[in-house]
Every structure is written in structure tokens, then in C-alpha cells.
């Protein structure tokens, strides 16, 4: 449980990768947030319940067309 005030979000909230650092290696490309999170320095992410999030970024989002 996360002992931070305000509680940290939870790993299955989009998010979830605002949780405090609890680990940080940067050497190796990873950290570990107080959610259970594995946060990789490509963005990719890794789940408490095993699921892979593929690497994301702001520029992965297709801008909506202008109508």
C-alpha cells in the first residue's frame, strides 16, 4: 500500500506513471514506482500483473482532424 498523501495512482489508472520512483537505475534503463510499476527509459512499462505496455510517446497520438 502506498504510504504517500496524496495515495499514489494505482497501476491500472492511465496514470499510473506519475507514481513516486522508489527505485531509480538509470544505468540499466529502469525504475520502480511506489505502484508496482516498472517504468523503462523508452517508456515502455511493465505491470504488477505481468502486462507489457509497449513504448508510448505524446507523439505516438494521431491528432483529430479539423472539421
Avoid: K, Y
Amino acid at each position: 500500500m502506498c504510504p504517500h498523501q496524496p495515495p499514489c495512482p494505482s497501476p491500472d489508472g492511465q496514470n499510473r506513471d506519475a507514481a513516486r520512483t522508489v527505485v531509480h537505475h538509470p544505468e540499466q534503463g529502469w525504475s520502480l514506482l511506489c505502484n508496482g510499476v516498472v517504468l523503462f527509459e523508452d517508456t515502455g512499462e511493465l505491470l504488477p500483473d505481468g502486462e507489457v505496455i509497449a513504448p508510448h510517446r505524446p507523439t505516438d497520438l494521431i491528432a483529430p482532424s479539423a472539421a
